[in-house]
């Protein structure tokens, strides 16, 4: 396998920013949304994004993680028995606006599960969908980011790795190439 560095911590770091300020621009104070983080792997964007926000003046910020596992279309397909996530939803989502947090856009069916997940908490007002990474060329539903890091464009058997550490300076994202 070959690994290609697409973003490294500088970029990784302007991006967050970036996606920071569009969500201050929509959601003001967040009085009334609730940052709802896709386990496993949304969630430590999740975390990270909610240090900045705070860095930033947010400090009713509501946050909230999702497990979606018993709810994904193929969780029957394993082999293996599933290790299922624990959801932290201790908010009532009634009437909120939510936004899905995740770290890669492949095809959809993440999301999906997600947006079916959620019902078991309420009635949301509006949900929104932010990722890191966008694997535009990849989709199997027809779902699209509203807030995005970065688009990339990798052919199939291709692997996006997002490397997070709670040191931020060591924070990494690379493709991994299938070799033909």
Same mark, same amino acid.
């Given at each position: ?78 082999? %293996? $028995? ?8 201790? #908010?009532?989502?009634?009437?909120? *606006?939510? =936004?899905? +947090? ?38 199997? %539903? $027809? ?8 688009? #990339?464009?990798?052919?199939?058997? *291709?692997? =996006?790795? +997002? ?18």
């Amino acid at each position: 396998m070959e690994l290609k560095v697409l973003l490294d911590e500088k970029k990784i770091n302007v991006i967050l920013n970036r996606l920071c300020c569009q969500l201050i621009e929509r959601h003001g104070d967040f009085s009334n949304t609730v940052l709802v983080g896709l386990q496993p792997r949304g969630t430590f964007l999740l975390d990270q994004l909610a240090d900045l926000l705070e860095n930033y003046g947010i400090k009713s910020l509501k946050t909230a993680k999702l497990d979606t596992t018993f709810f994904r279309d193929d969780f029957r397909r394993s082999e %293996l $028995p599933l290790n299922a996530n624990s959801t932290e939803m201790d #908010i009532k989502i009634e009437d909120k *606006d939510i =936004v899905f +947090v995740d770290d890669v856009l492949f095809t959809g069916r993440s999301i999906r599960s997600a947006l079916t997940a959620i019902d078991s908490y309420g009635r949301p007002k509006s949900i929104e969908l932010l990722v890191l990474i966008d694997r535009r060329f990849s989709r199997h %539903l $027809p779902i699209q980011p509203d807030y995005l890091g970065a688009q #990339i464009d990798a052919l199939q058997g *291709d692997k =996006v790795k +997002v490397i997070w550490s709670k040191d931020v300076s060591k924070n990494i994202i690379y493709l991994e190439k299938k070799n033909e």
